[in-house]
């Protein structure tokens, strides 16, 4: 960060410097009002409140001028510009909590009550934090920023103690109200800690690149074992539906080195488990998934630091121009999977379930498209089945479609988390934390679908799709018929009703929806119609995914 001078954001910098000072005065002022034993307002303190709130006032409109009006350093700007505005509010609320600490000595009966509570301990620590936010903010000092974020760690310790101290008081049943009001005096002093925490958040979050809570920022720094403080996170602009946030770090913990990782921060439970299955995934096949650099459990939440691999997801080179990279995403990928089944194949006998998952889904569906609940329907003599009956039927055809050997799969086999790297021509698998020993008509299931759901409708984009999709599934039926697999089918089109059906809660378009659902509902009927014959005679539509 260079610190050869503040940024000069059009007098931003003089205007928060006065701000700053204006609450540090205000802070002064209310410990003198304190240490007086006075019951009246200074005026000062009502008149140095009006304007700090007309300084608020000055600071936002000249920021958003500012973010208007950028157009060097953008990024920057409207991150600093973000975190100013978070400390002005804050400072804001902190003066606010001053005049009703100051307000609340009207109510003392005893004077020098508040005297046996070492309420300037409080002061001292939340002036040394202001005194640091100005060059905190305008230098990217996030050092003091650290300190500004502790000072609220010291500020809880003081008031448990103070807290306790007071119940002790009131459970006596002596000088009550004169106990409530220091008790409310020394709560707006701990709620100040609360407010430069948000500050402290905020700066680190402008120099980071992202919004981080402290906890996180140790945690990133103390993984990364990084001495300098020089790393930035970039938003990945990835969309993922397990609740995690994912984004690049950008580390530098030299002049020379730098260091791209995945940060994932998200369910303690669900990054616990990936991180197993990335060890478990390394062991079988080492360098198929991003290595871990760094795992930590953060209370309910956790960060999980990864290896940031360089390449396209399968489904930005399907979507790509380029027809020959496919080609060779494709190729290799298949290579790939035909190992990986080969060498993990079992011949424990399992069953994946696809109806029971539909099951679970099924509500979430409705929920997003409650048109397609339908009931039974007698049309003159004839039934048409809901679709609750209609799975109840398939899961009795399931229980004897078990699939007679088992690999290890992915579990979440979608295009996204599978990675091409062009120059390498290296297929990486990212996001595993569902693989487990199972049916591969999983994987194939999932991939086939998922190719399928793309929302674009280029005509030439769909009959690549519908190739890649042709391609994966004459490699698994080869692979199915070479290990005597003479169900494949039969469980393949289960998992694909399985997951056209529950694809539909991401797909908010109701016409395309409405193609991924009816879809299934035919293939479901295909398979009922079946019933009573051989299942190894049953085939996969060809005209299923055809657009």
Same mark, same amino acid.
């Given at each position: 960060? %260079?610190?050869?001078?503040?940024?000069?954001?059009?007098?931003? +910098?003089?205007?928060?410097?006065?701000?700053?000072?204006?609450?540090?005065?205000?802070?002064?002022?209310?410990?003198?009002?304190?240490?007086?034993?006075?019951?009246?307002?200074?005026?000062?303190?009502?008149?140095?409140?009006?304007?700090?709130?007309?300084?608020?006032?000055?600071?936002?409109?000249? !920021?958003?001028?500012? #973010?208007?009006?950028?157009?060097?350093?953008? *990024?920057?700007?409207?991150?600093?510009?973000?975190?100013?505005?978070?400390?002005?509010? +804050?400072?804001?609320?902190?003066?606010?909590?001053?005049?009703?600490?100051?307000?609340?000595?009207?109510?003392?009966?005893?004077?020098?009550?508040?005297?046996?509570?070492?309420?300037?301990?409080?002061?001292?620590?939340?002036?040394?934090?202001?005194?640091?936010?100005?060059?905190?903010?305008?230098?990217?000092?996030?050092?003091?920023?650290?300190?500004?974020?502790?000072?609220?760690?010291?500020?809880?310790?003081?008031?448990?103690?103070?807290?306790?101290?007071?119940?002790?008081?009131?459970?006596?049943?002596?000088?009550?109200?004169?106990?409530?009001?220091?008790? +409310?005096?020394?709560?707006?002093?701990?709620?100040? /800690?609360?407010?430069? &925490? *948000?500050?402290?958040?905020?700066? #680190?979050?402008?120099?980071?690149?992202?919004?981080?809570?402290?906890?996180?920022?140790?945690?990133?720094?103390?993984?990364?074992?990084?001495? !300098?403080?020089?790393?930035?996170?970039?938003?990945? %602009?990835?969309?993922?539906?397990?609740?995690?946030?994912?984004?690049?770090?950008? *580390?530098?913990?030299?002049?020379?080195?730098?260091?791209?990782?995945?940060?994932?921060?998200?369910?303690?439970?669900?990054?616990?488990?990936?991180?197993?299955?990335?060890?478990?995934?390394?062991?079988?096949?080492? /360098?198929?998934?991003?290595?871990?650099?760094?795992?930590?459990?953060?209370?309910?939440?956790?960060?999980?630091?990864?290896?940031?691999?360089?390449?396209?997801?399968?489904?930005?080179?399907?979507?790509?121009?380029?027809?020959?990279?496919?080609?060779?995403?494709?190729?290799?990928?298949?290579?790939?999977?035909?190992?990986?089944?080969?060498?993990?194949?079992?011949?424990?006998?399992?069953?994946?379930?696809?109806?029971?998952?539909?099951?679970? @889904?099924?509500?979430?569906?409705?929920?997003?498209? $409650? @048109?397609?609940?339908?009931?039974?329907?007698?049309? /003159?003599?004839?039934?048409?089945?809901?679709?609750?009956?209609?799975?109840?039927?398939?899961?009795?055809?399931?229980?004897?479609?078990?699939?007679?050997?088992?690999?290890?799969? =992915? /579990?979440?086999?979608?295009?996204?988390? #599978?990675?091409?790297?062009?120059?390498?021509?290296?297929?990486?698998?990212?996001? $595993?934390?569902?693989?487990?020993?199972?049916?591969?008509?999983?994987?194939?299931?999932?991939?086939?679908?998922?190719?399928?759901?793309? $929302?674009?409708?280029?005509?030439?984009?769909?009959?690549?799709?519908?190739?890649? #999709?042709?391609?994966?599934?004459?490699?698994?039926?080869?692979?199915?018929?070479?290990?005597?697999?003479?169900?494949?089918?039969?469980?393949?089109?289960?998992?694909?009703?399985?997951?056209?059906?529950?694809?539909?809660?991401?797909?908010?378009?109701?016409?395309?929806?409405?193609?991924?659902?009816?879809?299934?509902?035919?293939?479901?009927?295909?398979?009922?119609? =079946?019933?009573?014959?051989?299942?190894?005679?049953?085939? &996969?539509?060809?005209?299923?995914?055809?657009?």
């Amino acid at each position: 960060m %260079n610190k050869s001078a503040m940024f000069a954001f059009e007098g931003l +910098n003089e205007n928060f410097q006065f701000l700053v000072l204006k609450i540090r005065q205000q802070m002064e002022d209310t410990l003198k009002t304190l240490e007086s034993h006075e019951q009246v307002i200074p005026a000062e303190v009502k008149f140095r409140e009006d304007y700090i709130d007309n300084l608020k006032v000055i600071i936002e409109r000249k !920021s958003y001028k500012k #973010i208007l009006k950028s157009r060097t350093d953008e *990024n920057r700007v409207i991150r600093i510009m973000g975190s100013l505005n978070t400390a002005v509010s +804050n400072l804001e609320e902190i003066g606010d909590h001053l005049v009703s600490i100051v307000t609340q000595t009207h109510y003392f009966k005893d004077r020098y009550f508040l005297d046996q509570f070492d309420y300037q301990s409080y002061f001292r620590e939340i002036l040394t934090a202001t005194d640091l936010i100005v060059e905190s903010l305008f230098r990217g000092n996030i050092k003091n920023a650290l300190i500004i974020c502790r000072s609220e760690i010291e500020l809880d310790r003081l008031y448990k103690r103070d807290f306790d101290t007071i119940m002790s008081i009131l459970q006596v049943g002596r000088e009550i109200g004169d106990a409530i009001t220091a008790l +409310n005096i020394l709560r707006y002093l701990e709620r100040i /800690g609360d407010s430069l &925490l *948000n500050i402290g958040e905020a700066i #680190i979050s402008a120099y980071a690149g992202t919004r981080l809570k402290i906890f996180e920022y140790i945690a990133l720094k103390e993984t990364l074992d990084s001495s !300098s403080e020089e790393f930035v996170l970039e938003d990945l %602009n990835v969309e993922t539906k397990s609740g995690c946030r994912i984004e690049k770090v950008i *580390n530098r913990p030299s002049r020379t080195d730098t260091q791209e990782v995945i940060f994932k921060e998200g369910d303690a439970g669900k990054l616990q488990q990936e991180n197993r299955k990335l060890e478990e995934w390394q062991s079988l096949v080492p /360098g198929l998934t991003p290595k871990v650099f760094g795992f930590q459990v953060l209370g309910e939440k956790a960060i999980l630091l990864l290896e940031y691999l360089h390449g396209h997801d399968f489904q930005d080179i399907l979507l790509g121009k380029d027809s020959s990279v496919l080609k060779k995403a494709i190729s290799r990928l298949t290579s790939l999977v035909e190992v990986i089944w080969t060498n993990t194949k079992s011949d424990e006998v399992v069953q994946a379930g696809f109806v029971n998952q539909l099951l679970k @889904k099924i509500p979430n569906v409705y929920h997003v498209h $409650p @048109k397609f609940v339908a009931q039974t329907k007698f049309i /003159g003599g004839l039934k048409q089945s809901s679709l609750q009956e209609r799975l109840e039927r398939a899961a009795a055809i399931e229980a004897e479609l078990a699939a007679p050997f088992s690999v290890f799969i =992915h /579990g979440d086999f979608n295009t996204d988390n #599978i990675i091409y790297n062009i120059q390498e021509d290296r297929i990486y698998y990212i996001d $595993p934390h569902r693989s487990v020993q199972m049916d591969y008509v999983q994987d194939v299931s999932v991939f086939m679908v998922s190719n399928f759901r793309i $929302p674009v409708f280029d005509a030439n984009i769909r009959e690549r799709q519908a190739c890649v #999709i042709d391609f994966f599934y004459r490699f698994a039926k080869s692979f199915a018929e070479k290990n005597q697999d003479v169900n494949f089918d039969a469980r393949l089109t289960l998992g694909i009703i399985r997951s056209l059906v529950t694809s539909t809660r991401f797909i908010v378009k109701e016409e395309f929806a409405k193609v991924l659902y009816f879809r299934g509902l035919y293939l479901l009927d295909k398979l009922l119609d =079946h019933e009573g014959a051989s299942w190894d005679t049953f085939r &996969l539509p060809d005209d299923v995914f055809m657009s």
